[in-house]
């Protein structure tokens, strides 16, 4: 066994290493939540009777829920990377941030010029 030197302490490899492990258990975990209604209305589909399919409570709203659930597995992503991705989250905050108005009034240039574009300003 290897014993290491810095015990406690995680070396940025280390938190990368567990940063996709989570990601990816995380991600599996959405997409098997996401799945499973579908999966059981197409195994169930078989089974239930067909003569009252249109008026049914399994064949309009279960499938319908079903098919709702599926998009939880492409909404979920941007959720759990932006969880368990530091950089990800950095990179969505500066992109949010672009949109907000600066508050800081106008610059001397604009008091010279006589123009006010403090609403044009927008935070980096």
């Given at each position: 066994?290897?014993?290491?030197?810095?015990?406690?302490?995680?070396?940025?490899?280390?938190?990368?290493?567990?940063?996709?492990?989570?990601?990816?258990?995380?991600?599996?975990?959405?997409?098997?939540?996401?799945?499973?209604?579908?999966?059981?209305?197409?195994?169930?589909?078989?089974?239930?009777?067909?003569?009252?399919?249109?008026e049914s409570?399994?064949?309009?709203?279960?499938?319908?829920?079903?098919?709702?659930?599926?998009?939880l597995n492409?909404?979920?992503?941007?959720?759990?990377?932006?969880?368990?991705?530091?950089?990800?989250?950095?990179?969505?905050?500066?992109?949010?941030?672009?949109?907000?108005?600066?508050?800081?009034?106008p610059t001397?240039?604009?008091?010279?010029?006589?123009?006010?574009?403090?609403?044009?300003?927008?935070?980096?």
């Amino acid at each position: 066994a290897v014993v290491s030197t810095q015990s406690g302490h995680y070396g940025r490899a280390d938190r990368l290493k567990w940063q996709g492990i989570m990601t990816t258990a995380l991600t599996g975990a959405a997409y098997c939540i996401s799945t499973l209604p579908y999966a059981v209305f197409r195994i169930l589909e078989v089974i239930v009777d067909d003569r009252n399919k249109p008026e049914s409570f399994f064949h309009t709203h279960y499938h319908s829920l079903a098919n709702d659930f599926l998009f939880l597995n492409t909404i979920s992503n941007i959720y759990i990377y932006s969880l368990t991705v530091p950089s990800f989250r950095g990179f969505l905050l500066s992109k949010v941030l672009w949109f907000i108005p600066s508050d800081n009034g106008p610059t001397s240039s604009d008091q010279q010029t006589g123009r006010s574009t403090s609403a044009g300003k927008f935070i980096l």
